[in-house]
DNA sequence: GGCCTTTGTTCACATATCTGAAGCAACAGG
DNA sequence: CCTGTTGCTTCAGATATGTGAACAAAGGCC
């Protein structure tokens, strides 16, 4: 995993909705999870963990939640969910209906997390840089990290020109299908590859590459040429570019121009491709001498 | 016991954190049922309520934070925080340093957090109208929601030819200094008022209403005309106007434009306040036909 | 280096949470 | 109106957490 000096639990990867757990809850409950996994999801603060997978679950389901919904996907008996909803609810992180029997995540959800872009001292410089390659290229662009084997949003500027926007800050996508991934993935090692990315490859269009050898020679294009590009592959008409900000090592962030698919020339493509990578480089140099890594 | 000068080696002891021991749960919905005792701040799942809290710690504190700063902030006890730190980490809602010692907001908060704005059913609607807007009259333009004394920003369109935003989603100002919130505040009834707004209007510049009556007789005002106006009381050289979205009884959502303070004559302001009334009450149509509220 | 202050970590007991099962309330179908 | 179903709420015992105090580690100051 890219070692940024930054420790954070690694994504236990929970799935979709579907997640049913109550095939056989008589008797013997959920038995301790087997140990197969070394990453235990029994360990430290029981509600607190609780607490915050809940709200991941609002976080992923943007209708009103029940308490029997909430049991079937996080697997926590009803009346600890009970407790918890209360307690989420009284201080604002999840909103209930009227008859307090519906839940959905709140308005102190947003506030705190998005504080995220204040805390971090890269934002400003990001945000100028961006504004500076939106002014000279015109198509919109992102500001986007690399998070396990997903990619976030974390700021954008439109295009003067076109419709509105397609992704939105704090918005996910996974890394193989986007500009922006590839790049960001190009900067890992192949066993941190290995490491990172998902068992199976999703495809977000027909073009995604969900081949991992495929994968593994587009990196390594991308890690001579120093950007990516993409057409299709995250979204249909859509193309894309993308350069990695390398004021780390691996690099974490990376910065990405769309643009109307059909209507953009090869050439195009790779002219804006190379003024990205100057602006990422001119960015990082600015990172570096004020000290952000 | 840091009885004085509780310098703390490192310049961690912003001011956010003067907020020495036994930190009050600030009440967050309006809503709340009445606090008979000081149950609220001792109710629910006791883990679950300090995860959060802590979240919101560093919600507001965007320096790395030690376990000693969290104790003098928070109040919880050294040896508790010890294991809630380590578990929030541990699900990617914080970070810590290499030496796992100091800790700050995670990504997972940022990604979790935003996903309220999907959940919202008014957004696609709101987003559609502030590009109309927008495009109508040049300005960039906010949507925004009321949430007890504050605003919150939910989305903005940039004006298509001025420098950079002023504001970012998820962001709070409270609603007596601006425009948005000054509309939305005329919505409520008197005594509504009076349990809404703060003990002290705090000032945000020197031309800020501060004083109660004032800002009551402006409230009224801006009732009677459908929109509300604001120079330099929420930022010195920045005039703006706001008018609520009548999908709901009290309004709670409103739209705005910022403008360049000195360049804008009031006959402009006027001219927008009304285009900017007449945008909202098209929006609030539009999400009473979709049986939106 | 020696001493002192500050900060992070661990431990065993007191205490609060978690939980399954039972109790209600709301609703649909006959 | 009764009855079965579904889903939320409550309760007392089993269990895991919270806590103060002791311990260890890091850093500042002569």
């Not at 000279?136 to 084997?149: D, E, K, S, V």
Request: aromatic letters at 4%; glycine letters at 8%.
């Amino acid at each position: 995993m890219a070692d940024t000096g930054i420790s954070s639990g690694s994504a236990v990867g929970s799935a979709a909705l579907t997640n049913d757990v109550d095939a056989d809850v008589s008797g013997a409950s959920a038995i301790g999870t087997s140990p197969a996994l070394g990453a235990d999801s029994s360990a430290g603060v029981k509600s607190a963990r609780r607490a915050v997978e809940l709200l991941e679950a609002f976080g992923s389901n943007h209708d009103w939640l029940s308490l029997t919904d909430l049991h079937h996907y996080t697997g926590f008996p009803r009346s600890s969910l009970h407790g918890l909803l209360r307690t989420l609810r009284d201080v604002g992180w999840i909103e209930s209906d009227d008859a307090g029997t519906r839940f959905r995540l709140g308005v102190k959800a947003l506030i705190c997390g998005t504080a995220y872009l204040d805390r971090d001292p890269v934002m400003p410089y990001a945000t100028e840089a961006l504004e500076r390659l939106r002014d000279q290229i015109g198509y919109t662009c992102h500001f986007a990290r690399l998070n396990g084997p997903d990619i976030v949003y974390l700021q954008t500027r439109e295009s003067r020109t076109s419709a509105h926007l397609v992704s939105r800050v704090g918005r996910t996508l996974p890394a193989h299908a986007t500009a922006l991934g590839k790049a960001l993935l190009s900067e890992l090692a192949d066993d941190e590859l290995t490491a990172v990315l998902p068992k199976q490859l999703t495809a977000l269009t027909e073009l995604t590459i969900t081949d991992r050898e495929a994968l593994r020679s587009e990196l390594a294009f991308i890690r001579e040429r120093g950007y990516s590009t993409e057409r299709g592959q995250s979204s249909p008409n859509l193309a894309c570019v993308a350069a990695v900000v390398p004021y780390r090592i691996p690099g974490t962030d990376a910065m990405s121009c769309s643009m109307p698919g059909e209507r953009v020339t090869d050439a195009e493509l790779l002219r804006v491709g190379s003024l990205l990578r100057d602006v990422a480089e001119d960015l990082s140099q600015q990172l570096r001498r004020a000290g952000i890594r």
